[in-house]
């Protein structure tokens, strides 16, 4: 079945295969959303945090499946750097960067408190445009699927942006792009994901 | 301020032969849920080789204890089991300070969960979930009880082996995983339409728990041992210029 006579280099150990999160995803990484509470401390609930810099914004949207359905069992995971652009470490202490959210069980929609990140050093010295990594899982996805929020009203930034200028078609490019929405004293930004169909979202092999 | 050089590792490319693929038909849930255009490859930059940190001190120490995390009353129900073993890279090292998280049915093979409507009962006993971080040797263990198998609506008479859900956070964003552990000898792995999502006979046994019995505690619990590959960092390196938004307006 395998073409190569040595698939699989000896001295390195092959990942561990991937499996489905299921429909009870909840239970181990949301177990308020399941209905139930068991740890003091839950974790990944919320990236904001006191004296944190930077401008607060919302994330929101929908998760939406090949039929145009909602799906209503997502879980999606954001990984970011702060609003100087620097990633949680040494340089960036008491900012986590990262937070854990669910679609609801009813519309399918979920909800992200964070804020705006800086601009992140590429590879050969060129600029990233202000972006939020974003992992999802839920039901029926073998592999979690990478994508990104990039923000409609930095232009400019992602005119320039490395990776944004990997993608073929304006089309494609523009399911990426968050768009700020007026929603009183919230800056709202609306990136909804579509896993399949005319407007399918970009994912991400890294 | 200063403008730095900073080599930065990149991790392995995924094999797809080592996962399911997105489309697995068999796995009807799939069908709507897979994307249908190939994925765009990226070079690592700065936001797939960084992640998250965790601290010991925001677990509670019964979190990785599924017998006694939720005991409101008494025990829960079930076969006490430890399952335990080791998180390494591709290369072999331990992969420490990795935040694992489980859940899982209860011995019935019921949910406790909003949406699990099984005829098996809930547990009063026995919530499902736990936590831990590996230590220095990528080491970790849980103690829980066996969860059973159940029915679920793909094909009209599909049941899933035993089975734990298994998340690990890794060290960087690229290493992120979800996947599942089953149990040697079950036979109901051979036709589950989600094992069988991975085509390779080999990547499948890597998901099968082996009985331990040098682990297992005498007149206490039955040990299953599970060791998990996580991707591994590559020995070139790319050199970066990393700035600060100053230096760069």
């Known amino acids: 079945m395998n073409p190569f006579p040595f698939p699989h280099p000896p001295h390195m150990l092959r990942e561990t295969a991937s499996q489905t999160a299921g429909p009870y995803v909840h239970i181990g990484l949301a177990p308020q959303q399941a209905g139930f509470d068991v740890y003091r401390n839950p974790i990944g609930a919320s990236l904001l945090a ?9 994330l929101s949207g929908l998760v939406l499946d090949g039929a145009g359905a909602p799906v209503r069992d997502a879980l999606l995971e954001i990984w970011q750097a702060d609003a100087h652009g620097r990633y949680a470490g040494p340089e960036a202490a008491g900012f986590r960067g990262w937070a854990r959210a669910c679609t609801d069980f009813d519309k399918g929609s979920y909800r992200i408190d964070t804020i705006k990140p800086g601009r992140v050093m590429g590879r050969d010295g060129r600029w990233m445009a202000p972006h939020i990594n974003v992992w999802l899982v839920a039901r029926g996805i073998n592999l979690g699927l990478h994508t990104r929020i990039y923000f409609a009203d930095e232009a400019e930034a992602n005119a320039v942006d490395p990776v944004l200028s990997l993608i073929d078609g304006e089309g494609r490019l523009q399911t990426l792009l968050a768009r700020p929405e007026g929603a009183g004293d919230e800056w709202v930004y609306r990136f909804d994901i579509h896993l399949q169909g005319e407007r399918e979202t970009v994912f991400f092999e890294l | 301020m200063s403008i730095r050089v900073q080599a930065v590792d990149e991790f392995y490319p995924r094999d797809p032969r080592d996962h399911p693929p997105a489309l697995a038909p068999d796995y009807k849930s799939s069908l709507l849920r897979a994307p249908r255009h190939a994925l765009v490859a990226l070079q ?10 965790f601290h010991g001190e925001e677990l509670g120490s019964l979190d990785h204890d599924l017998t006694r995390n939720y005991a409101r009353q008494g025990s829960p129900i079930g076969e006490r089991l430890i399952v335990h073993g080791f998180v390494r890279d591709q290369n072999g090292r331990p992969a420490a300070n990795t935040l694992m998280e489980i859940w899982q049915a209860n011995a019935g093979g019921r949910y406790r969960h909003r949406q699990d409507q099984y005829l098996a009962p809930i547990d009063p006993n026995f919530g499902g979930c736990g936590r831990a971080l590996t230590d220095e040797n990528g080491y970790y263990f849980f103690r829980t009880v066996k969860p059973g198998p159940y029915p679920w609506r793909n094909r009209a008479n599909d049941w899933r082996p035993a089975h734990i859900h298994f998340s690990l956070s890794g060290a960087a964003y690229a290493q992120r995983l979800i996947t599942q552990m089953y149990f040697e000898g079950d036979p109901l792995i051979a036709g589950c339409p989600i094992a069988r999502s991975i085509q390779d006979e080999e990547q499948l046994r890597g998901l099968i728990a082996q009985l331990d019995r040098r682990t297992t505690v005498p007149f206490d619990s ?8 996580l991707r591994g960092r590559r020995a070139t390196l790319f050199e970066n210029r990393v700035q600060t938004p100053q230096e760069a307006s």
């Open chain 2, 222 to 229: 039955l040990a299953y041992r599970f060791d998990i590959v």
């Open chain 2, 44 to 53: 690592h930059s700065l936001s797939e080789i960084t992640g998250p940190v």
């Open chain 1, 50 to 58: 006191d004296g944190l810099e930077g401008q607060p914004i919302v």
